[in-house]
């Protein structure tokens, strides 16, 4: 870190991180910059949002000198959930999910030391996605139950890896119980409305808080 205390956090990820679908000031990334420079004046938060719409854990991984390493950031979120696609040449094993999140957490550490902070993928509803009737995903229980196996090795990693975990995953089927699937998951069943971006920058903000106190040495700015 700088000696303007320049904190610089790299959200990493698919269409999830990227969120083209609500105004800027409306993405997740966005929301979260806010909330952290408000709650830590002292700190000049820097946000880059390295989201790419449809992306793997694979192609994440080829762009990962340019969109993240460059940017020598403190802090790094992960997000990916199109392993699991049902494209042959694209679709990634649950085994070459886990050993890409470790070629990730090792690329970040030995490049800049930034910590690795995990997120599971949000539910997908099934029956509002245009793959819906998919032969790949009706074999395999449908789209959100196989999503369910990478959700689990994404927890799995973070525990074994010691790595911060955001389970986006639970958090939100709990507020959808609540309060209507309408109200976190856009029509497409799959991204999110500007609710469930604002949900996912507070639980992101959780996470991250602690480890931003102890960059100004265990307190927070008044």
């Not at 990916?80 to 649950?94: I, K, M, Q, Y």
């Not at 139950?145 to 927890?155: D, I, L, P, V």
Request: glycine content about 8%; overall charge negative.
């Amino acid at each position: 870190m700088s000696d303007d205390k320049l904190t610089t956090i790299v959200t990493f990820g698919d269409s999830i991180t990227q969120a083209v679908e609500q105004a800027c000031d409306n993405r997740w990334p966005d929301i979260l910059r806010r909330a952290l420079q408000e709650r830590f004046p002292a700190l000049s938060v820097k946000m880059v949002n390295a989201g790419v719409g449809g992306n793997t854990s694979r192609e994440g991984l080829a762009r990962i000198e340019q969109d993240v390493l460059k940017h020598r950031p403190c802090f790094v979120t992960a997000e990916f959930g199109n392993d699991a696609t049902p494209e042959p040449d694209r679709h990634v094993s649950l085994e070459e999910f886990a050993a890409n999140l470790g070629r990730i957490r090792t690329r970040l550490l030995e490049s800049c030391g930034a910590q690795l902070v995990l997120l599971t993928f949000p539910p997908i509803i099934d029956e509002w996605h245009s793959f819906y009737a998919h032969e790949f995903y009706r074999k395999n229980g449908g789209q959100d139950a196989y999503q369910n196996h990478y959700r689990k090795q994404t927890r799995a990693f973070a525990q074994a890896s010691n790595c911060p975990l955001v389970d986006v995953d639970a958090a939100f089927r709990k507020a959808m119980r609540a309060d209507g699937r309408e109200l976190y998951i856009l029509p497409d069943g799959v991204h999110l409305t500007a609710r469930g971006n604002q949900l996912v920058a507070g639980l992101v903000m959780d996470c991250l808080s602690e480890q931003m106190a102890r960059l100004l040495g265990g307190s927070e700015a008044e």
